[in-house]
């Protein structure tokens, strides 16, 4: 079982990496499509809507159930409880209970160092736009190696952060990066899902570092590099 907050079909982003991954373990494992149970745009802030999604995989049969979003955590740590014999793997949480419940992420914070870099190289003032999900330890980590990899080649390099309060939402994100280029940025990067702010920067002719997907579709002629992950290793 699968759940996902957005829906990988439209490639905009973190869905769809992750979804990526799935494609890889479903290949390595041998398994066919119909073992694998998607469940595409649960919102991760729907307690009810997410907990639903995780019954009707275990409904179907699931042995395990990826969960690949932040806000899916409570509801694994109560449905592991209720279901002892199906793992419950959660992404990018905190919480396990050793046994059916775990949480798992990657070193994301080690490529958003690389991605300042190019950040620093390329900007040719020392303003620089973030945008952020929430203000979680996930993010802060992000944007901190970003800025120290800017740092480490543009001494001078100062960064402004704002927060959208939403992992996946492509309008407050746009609107977000559009609030960071009017405050004088020159340069846009993001920890958030969808090419909202790419597509910003692109009206604008700013450039941008883009997460989770190589965003030149969005932003053909000011995408400079994203940070992102294979999930398939895990």
Request: charged content about 20%; glycine content about 10%.
């Amino acid at each position: 079982g699968v759940i996902h907050i957005g829906n990988p079909a439209d490639g905009s982003g973190y869905s769809y990496t992750h979804d990526q991954g799935i494609v890889a373990m479903q290949k390595a494992v041998g398994l066919e499509d119909d073992q694998i149970i998607r469940k595409n745009n649960v919102a991760d802030d729907d307690q009810t809507a997410i907990e639903t999604a995780m019954r009707e995989c275990v409904e179907e049969g699931c042995q395990i159930i990826f969960a690949t979003s932040w806000g899916y955590m409570d509801a694994c740590e109560a449905l592991a409880e209720e279901y002892p014999d199906v793992i419950f793997s959660h992404a990018t949480g905190y919480k396990s209970n050793g046994v059916n419940f775990n949480n798992y992420f990657g070193r994301i914070y080690q490529s958003r160092y690389l991605t300042g870099i190019a950040a620093g190289l390329k900007t040719e003032s020392n303003k620089i736009g973030y945008v952020g999900a929430y203000p979680y330890a996930e993010v802060i980590s992000g944007f901190t190696s970003f800025f120290l990899g800017a740092r480490s080649v543009c001494p001078e390099a100062h960064m402004e952060v704002t927060y959208t309060n939403s992992w996946a939402s492509f309008d407050l994100e746009k609107e977000a990066a559009e609030a960071l280029i009017a405050d004088g940025c020159v340069l846009i990067s993001q920890h958030a899902d969808t090419t909202g702010a790419p597509t910003a920067c692109e009206a604008a002719g700013v450039p941008c570092v883009g997460y989770n997907i190589d965003m030149t579709s969005g932003a053909p002629n000011t995408a400079l590099t994203s940070a992102s992950m294979d999930w398939g290793v895990y």
